[in-house]
């Protein structure tokens, strides 16, 4: 059973990006949302394993988004890797604030789907591995 | 000041001159009024004697005539006027013996004429005695004698010689006074003309004194309203204060600035317009720095300019009501003529608009980076899950281009980082973050992150550290030597070697990257340091370069107080050294 992830960024073409290269080269499955506030209640209804959520957004920024799912029961322990262009982070002040770690942009796609792994410590699954899973099945 | 000392000489002179021709001139008139007195006084006499001889004509005539009519008549009423001239005769010839006695010549004169005189009164006392005594026939006789009438002639020629002799006398001296007079007025007439011309110049001269004197007064009031001026320039904040430490004067823009006035301020301590936390970290760091202790009150503030070094750092002052502001503040010392220290100058610009742009400027580098980096990524991922054949296979042409157009925007991405990178090191608002750096380690992160790279292109990097520890921001120096390092390994011929060492002096750390590549023309060695400088145009494209790596190099290492340069040989390699202050534990020397 693949892994699922939640890219919560207001940008269309780099929430494509990122879920083709997430689905495709990292075999997740991926589910997407425009805003901090929809990330929450996706985040929320479909409990992903993991949240990819951009730092910088209108209205509810990712910090914002950070604290709140933080801080509701439901969403609190679900891991949540920050994205950002290079200047604003702050990688010990984001994992202060409960990140599990921090992606930079421009991302590599090709590279992205291990860089998640790294971070959240999960054995990079291959499609191989996921076929072979659901051909166990 | 010489020019009064001439003058003063001048006014003397003229002086001396005016008196000296005004006394010669009152001589003059002196002597002339005695001379003319005197002239007077002869003329005078000269008519009284032409009178008085002329009257002893008169005389003479007077008594011959009623001498004769006596002697002719008999009747003795003719013998009055006879007798009354014989009177006056004698008085007469008192007088005028007495008039030419002066004169040696006509008292000779008269002396000769005195006889002939008497002789003549003689021969009429005859006369009438010959008639009284002896009637008319005896006095025709004496008559007919003619020696009377010779006698008488011989009286008029001496009078009348002694007359003309007077009267050419007379003319002469007239002559010779008028001359005198002529004379004597010209004389007095050049003393003028002289005295006045002299006067005049006397008078120019006063009046051009005054008028320096005056343009003096008008220049001083000018230069004093200029130093007014400056004084109340509203660009800067002026403070002076005594040895102590004590405000002496403040000018116009620090009232404002501090909201207080200037009489308020005036006895007070500077520390009243300080932080008192910021001093003390000041005289903690000049302690160190100059070898001696600094306190951290107003001697925070005043020591370095006391020793005559520039003194020129930011701090904070403290208004009335509280608040702050940040400003860029410069002391200096103030001495006497002799040199002696008369207190400081503390001389403030307002850093607060300065600031304020500053953290415009960082929150847009902020901004601007965020904006170009989220079309990038979108830009990025796209080629690179194309290229990366994540949507299947691409023809061998389409391929082509998308790696064309992948590599490219690798290359805008390294170049927006790069460009920020330098922008925020080069404002300085980048706080390095300096600490207690060890070389060795410093090195031996540096040469790991290359590893890779180096690997890759077949190229061994041979390490040499030494000992030593330098006060920086590691990561920053770093990545200086990570890219010295990897523009090393880009220009290195495969299976090259590159030399990183590290070399103590007896104050600094220099580091050496050394390749042996292709070189850099000697012409190039400074300008390669410039932003957007590289040796070849091809370069870029070809070695992937942005052409800011060593411009973000230089920056950092200038942040450092540090030194950065370039050596090398045309076909036979480069050389790139980095220079840092060593840290030494117990500094002895002043900043």
Redo the contacts between chains.
Sequence with gaps: MPRSLLVIDD?R??R???K??LE??GGFHVIVADSGQRGLTLAHEARPDAIILDL?MPDLDGRKTLAQLKRTPETASIPVIMLT????ADRQELVGQGAAGVLV??????QLPDQVCQILGWVPSGKDEDRSDAAEK | MVMIGRIRLWIIAASVVSLAALSAVSWLSYRNTKELIAANERLARAHKMIEDLAALHVLLDDAETGCRDYALSGRTESLKPYEAALAQLDVTMQVLRRDLAADPNRSRQFQELEPVVNARLETMKELVRARSASGLEAAVRVLQSDRGKKLTDEIRQRISIVQTEERNDLLDRERESRERARTTILGVGVTCLLGIVLLLTASLVIVRLNRQSESDHIALQNAERIQRTILNSAAYSMISTDKTGLILTVNAATEKWLQYRGAELAGSSILRLHDAGELQSRGVQLTRAMGMPVRGDYQALVTKAGYGVADDFECTYVRKDGTRFPVSLSVTALRTGGNDLAGYLMIATDLSEQRAIEKMKDEFVSVVSHELRTPLTSIKGALGLLVGGVTGPLPPKAGEMAQIALSNSDRLSRLVDDILDLQRIESGRITMDKQLCNVAAIMKESSESVGLVAEGEGVTIELSPCTGSINADQQRIVQALVNLLGNAIKFSPRGGRIEFAAERTDRSVVFRVEDNGRGIPKDKLETIFERFQQVDASDAREKGGTGLGLAIVRSIVQQHSGRVWAESELGRGSKFCIQLPLLEPHPLSTE
């Design positions: 940008d073409d780099i494509q990006v990122a083709t290269s495709l080269v910088m262009a290079k200047v604003q942009k421009p991302f590599d796609p090709m």
